[in-house]
Every structure is written in structure tokens, then in C-alpha cells.
């Protein structure tokens, strides 16, 4: 089993819906949570990152953390065509020093318009 | 804005040639690392370096070998290209301590043939 789970996709929705996109996870030692934008061709971009349970706002993207159940969730409201995209989770522990991040293998959204 | 740079977008080399990948970072970062991203298969881990001269494999070490001499420099090299190392291979930067999260370059598509 991998230590991090995602959807691949692809997810196709209309312009101006909302988009979850999740991940679960087996490791109870992670922290920090991230999630990143992909375009195609391209290098992944950090989008948000969050620090153990709770949500995060940022503009029309709320990451929500939920430890007790090892999920994370990245909302995207009001979607538009430019979030057409591969999206990444990522995560890492806390234990000091250099800690390795674990990727999700990501999902690939659509937003037609 | 975090700024890491790569040498080549797209990179065509035939089977045992010696590749050089090399990948400049500008945020004074400690860690560095390389990548290759598969379809299906995510992320996968090659090197990575915490200081200058330092090294750790990552998950995939196997038929790559790496060079840091400057901070902001890290090289990954190809001793003996194979086809089955066509992919796309994707740098990564980030501070020692901290909330981990790395900042990625454009990336560099290797095709050997």
C-alpha cells in the first residue's frame, strides 16, 4: 500500500463549479501538507501548504487537513478553465533535520468552459 | 519569487551517451533535489543534497550519479543513458529546516533513443 493515496482522474466539471480534490495517507507521523499545480510540460508550483489539522484560505482555494481520518482535501471554487491542471498532495513529518516529502501521484482536473 | 532554473527543456540523447542535467537555484536553499516524474508512477526521488559536496540517494539512485560544488548548483548526471531513462526529470530546492516545501523547476524532458 502506498503511503500516499490520490485519484488520477481525470475530473472533468464546468466552469464555475466546486472541486474536491483528496488525498488519504497511512504515515500518522505527517505534519505539513502541500498541495501543487502542474500544467502540463510544466514544474510543479506550490499552491498552499498547511501545518497539521484545521483549513487554510488562499482567494478561491481552501486546503482542509483532517488528521483523525488521514484525508486532505483541496477546494476550488468557482473554477475556471486556467485551473485546468495535474494536482499534487504532498506531505511530510516533523521530526527534525531533514524530513523527505511523499507525493501523491496526482489528479488531473478539467474545467471545461 | 523563488526562482530555479534548469539547463534544457527538451533534451534527445542516444543510448550510452553521457548525460549532464544541471539545475541553478537562487534562493540561497541548502537542500536540493532531482527528480523524475513517470505517468502512473508520480514523483520518484533520484539524489538529494543537504550542503555543498553532500549527497543522499533517494529511491531511484540506480544508474545516475549527482555533483553539488556551489550552493546554489546541483548537476545530475547520466553516466551511460539508457531508454528506459527517457522521462521527464524535475529539480527541486528548499530550505534545511522549515515547513518542507520544495519550489520546482520548468523541468527538462529527456528522450533517449
Known amino acids: 500500500q502506498k503511503e500516499v493515496e490520490q485519484d488520477p482522474g481525470p475530473l472533468s466539471v464546468p466552469e464555475g463549479a466546486i472541486v474536491s480534490l483528496n488525498c488519504t495517507y497511512s504515515?500518522?507521523?505527517?505534519?505539513?501538507f502541500m498541495w501543487y499545480r502542474q500544467y502540463s510540460r510544466k514544474g510543479p508550483e506550490l499552491l498552499m501548504y498547511?501545518?497539521?489539522?484545521g483549513n487554510k484560505e488562499d482567494g478561491r482555494f481552501t486546503a482542509q487537513v483532517d488528521k483523525s481520518s488521514k484525508y486532505i482535501s483541496l477546494f476550488i471554487r468557482d473554477s475556471q478553465p486556467s485551473d485546468s491542471a495535474t494536482y499534487l498532495c504532498?506531505?511530510?513529518?516533523?521530526?527534525?533535520?531533514?524530513?523527505?516529502?511523499?507525493f501523491g501521484t496526482g489528479t488531473k482536473l478539467q474545467v471545461i468552459p | 519569487d523563488v526562482k530555479v532554473t534548469q539547463s534544457s527543456r527538451y533534451l534527445v540523447k542516444r543510448t550510452g551517451e553521457k548525460v549532464f542535467l544541471e539545475c541553478v537555484q537562487d534562493?540561497?536553499?541548502?537542500?536540493m533535489f532531482w527528480y523524475r516524474q513517470d505517468p502512473g508512477l508520480g514523483l520518484r526521488l533520484i539524489y538529494f543534497?543537504?550542503?555543498?559536496?553532500?549527497?543522499e540517494k533517494g529511491d531511484i539512485p540506480e544508474g545516475y550519479s549527482v555533483s553539488r560544488e556551489k550552493k546554489e548548483r546541483f548537476s545530475l548526471i547520466l553516466e551511460s543513458a539508457s531508454t528506459n531513462q527517457t522521462s521527464m526529470y524535475l529539480c527541486?530546492?528548499?530550505?534545511?529546516?522549515?515547513?518542507?516545501?520544495?519550489?520546482f523547476g520548468p523541468g527538462t524532458r529527456l528522450t533517449v533513443t
Open positions: 543534497s543537504y550542503d555543498v559536496k553532500m549527497k
Open positions: 498547511t501545518y497539521s489539522s
Open positions: 504515515n500518522s507521523a505527517f505534519q505539513y
Open positions: 527541486a530546492s528548499s530550505f534545511w529546516t522549515g515547513e518542507g516545501e520544495q519550489y
Open positions: 504532498a506531505m511530510k513529518g516533523n521530526s527534525g533535520g531533514y524530513q523527505k516529502v511523499t
Open positions: 534562493m540561497d536553499h541548502e537542500n
